[in-house]
């Protein structure tokens, strides 16, 4: 199997089931998606159980995303993961431009894909829209890169071995005070060589809301704090 789609999700049900729809509309076929319900208290399991076996759940207690994504990397079987947050959406050619670099590029451990920000939804003829070029860089590790890239999880896409060798995301969170986990995992995946960043075309869509972590100041400010404190003691 090519790749396994880790979605975390903590009471999102209004939005899950049309990030799930995004993934089962690819074009590209060889994955399997893992979502995990980390603890939620809404109608999450009943929108979970409508998939039947077209997806694989892990139900657990509200730990963090960070554990979430881990519990679902730990059973999964594909050779790439590729992290999805359980309000972003997938293209329909999101995962078959990740393959067709791949392929070309003699499997990569790190891909990178960039977002395209909506807010209530995307028009139809954004979806189906052709792919006339795919527009991509190829660097020595990730601290190489030359342009502004956007950060979020949703963009990791990481051969399974190479995300074990970086020690997946941190099994712990500090409550209420971090919360820039895909941060945190790109600065210790920063010199996994080679590293691919896509830049044509977009590769998934990153809902903003009002309920979006980076909207919090204090939450942000405390969290580069906590990531500068990490370095200072030799984890980066």
């Known amino acids: 199997m090519k790749f396994s789609v880790i979605i975390p999700t903590y009471n999102r049900s209004d939005l899950l089931r049309e990030t799930i729809n995004s993934v089962l509309n690819q074009s590209f076929k060889d994955y399997e998606i893992i979502v995990v319900n980390d603890g939620s208290t809404d109608n999450t399991s009943e929108v979970l159980s409508y998939y039947g076996d077209k997806i694989r759940v892990i139900h ?13 990397a730990d059973i999964a079987k594909g050779e790439y993961f590729c992290f999805l947050d359980s309000d972003d959406l997938m293209f329909p050619w999101t995962l078959s431009v990740y393959n067709r670099i791949i392929e070309k590029e003699n ?9 395209f920000h909506f807010s209530e939804s995307i028009s139809n003829e954004f979806f189906n829209r052709p792919i006339n070029a795919i527009k991509y860089a190829v660097y020595r590790d990730y601290f ?3 342009r502004t890239v956007y950060s979020s999880s949703s963009m990791i896409v990481i051969k399974k071995d190479y ?13 209420g ?6 941060l945190d995992f790109m600065l210790r ?48």
Do not use: C, M, W
Request: net charge positive; charged share 25%; hydrophobic share 35%.
């Open 189 to 236: 995946a920063g010199t996994i060589t080679p590293a691919i960043i896509i830049y044509e075309p977009h590769q998934f869509g990153y809902r903003t809301h009002a309920l979006n972590s980076v909207r919090n100041l204090k939450r942000v400010i405390k969290s580069l704090n906590y990531l500068i404190i990490e370095e200072i003691n030799g984890l980066f």
């Open 60 to 72: 657990k207690e509200n730990s963090g995303a960070e554990k979430s994504r881990n519990a679902g």
């Open 144 to 146: 190489s890169k030359d």
């Open 107 to 115: 499997h990569p451990p790190l891909v990178l894909g960039q977002p």
């Open 163 to 175: 995300f074990y060798k970086i020690g997946k995301f941190r099994p712990y969170e500090p409550k």
């Open 177 to 182: 005070i971090f919360f820039l986990d895909d």
